[in-house]
């Protein structure tokens, strides 16, 4: 049925939300953990080279934060493949969230200005005071829902971003 596309986009934001914030930064603070690439890796090199991740331009399946991101969202769809019968288009929503995930986190990382343009929640994850607000990365709307969503910069008229702190709110 086609209620699966909205469900599947819900689905895939409740996701980005709970494995960005109890997942990749939550187990990520243990040294030993499997998670630990995304703190140790990605989020040094955002804030070393202004939000630009070198690390996206490898090869995407490597032994590197950006080949576990990749092989994460792998494993992901591979976990919801035993519904394509029953929920095909939930399971295809899943499939595109994924791709769609992946895509707009490289770009991201690879072009800052087009970051603060397309997704600025996820810039002022990486460069605003607290880096424990803003999990989502495609759309902020669980951000919204769960009351994490803490605008640092923000866009003014001449398509620019101010530096002016805007609201910090409190998670």
Known sequence: MMIG????????????????????????????????FHLSEHHKNARKYDYIDPSYSRFPLGNHAQGKEAWALLGGCAIVTPLLPLAPFFVGTLYYSAWNYYSKHKKSHQDAEWAKQHIPWHYDHHMGPNPNANWCITKPWFDELMGTREVFYQQDHDSTLSADKVDTGSV
């Open 5 to 36: 596309i909205p469900l599947g986009l819900i689905t895939a934001n409740a996701t980005e939300w709970v494995m960005h914030k109890y997942v990749l930064h939550g187990m990520g603070k243990n040294k030993r953990s499997f998670w630990r």
